[in-house]
């Protein structure tokens, strides 16, 4: 059964690799910087790293919307304070028929673990040793994308439920094919995970936690020999549907796929947004 289904997907690539290109397709960035939020939850500042990767307009959007975003107060012994955050957001660009693209903000998270701190989860340096293997499967489709997972893990830094919440790919194709495309990458990825380790928070709010929840992208690129690596700030665009990890009780879907490549998202770090999303 494993070789009829793995001789479909195989037989069925090409058509995959050419709806690809495909003018009807998105594109997508991860637009990443930094946010003050004030004391009573506005925002004080807004910084977009590297604003040449994105273009000026693009900028200019991030920068307006953020600065309009209203967060929960960030207490610190129980006192609202000013605080600051990572910030990533994901901004989408689709092309209309008379040639001009329109751009929108699809999602945002916030407060990852990208500086060392102990007051949320960080990887382990053992990760190195169990990277995910891209199927073969999806390198002869030459099918590309990205799995987002949700892992929990105990006090032991150890994963112990894990789920891909979603898995987004860049390539168009039949949806019977793309389904079956995501499901390949998102076994690779669950494989791995599964036998990551974590240092969890030693201080911090989080710190007495009995278990957390992270989330973390896991990204399939394929680049060809002996070729240059390819600019992967722009990225086609299509995102698969997003189920929460069962054990959540209020997952963010807002942060579903707005994380940033190498990131780890704790679940409870970083401020909260209360306003909703400009999609422009």
Do not use: C
Request: net charge positive; no cysteine; proline share 8%.
């Amino acid at each position: 059964m494993k070789r009829l289904m793995l001789g479909v997907i195989l037989a069925l690539a090409a058509m995959v690799v050419q709806a690809s290109s495909s003018s009807d397709i998105e594109a997508s960035a991860i637009v990443n910087g930094t946010l003050v939020v004030a004391q009573d939850g506005t925002v004080q500042a807004v910084v977009v790293d590297e604003p040449e990767k994105y273009g000026q307009p693009i900028v200019d959007l991030v920068r307006k919307a953020v600065s309009q975003w209203r967060f929960q107060p960030v207490l610190r012994d129980g006192a609202p304070v000013v605080a600051k955050s990572t910030m990533h957001v994901r901004v989408v660009l689709g092309k209309k028929p008379d040639g001009n693209y329109t751009a929108r903000i699809k999602g945002a998270s916030f407060g990852d673990s990208d500086a060392p701190s102990t007051d949320a989860v960080r990887r382990a340096e053992i990760n190195k040793m169990f990277p995910p293997k891209y199927p073969e499967a999806a390198i002869r489709g030459r099918v590309q994308g990205t799995v987002y997972l949700a892992l929990r893990l105990d006090r032991g830094g150890r994963v112990v439920d894990a789920v891909a919440e979603q898995v987004n790919l860049g390539n168009l194709g039949p949806d019977p094919l793309l389904k079956q495309f995501r499901a390949v990458l998102a076994d690779s990825a669950l494989k791995a995970a599964r036998q990551w380790r974590f240092e969890i928070p030693t201080t911090g709010p989080l710190a007495a936690q009995e278990s957390w929840t992270v989330h973390v992208p896991v990204n399939y690129a394929l680049n060809d020999h002996n070729a240059p690596p390819r600019n992967t700030t722009w990225v086609s665009y299509v995102p698969g549907p997003y189920t929460p990890a069962p054990w959540l009780h209020k997952p963010d879907l807002n942060a579903a796929d707005a994380l940033a490549d190498g990131s780890v998202r704790t679940d409870g770090a970083g401020p909260v947004l209360l306003s909703t999303l400009d999609h422009g």
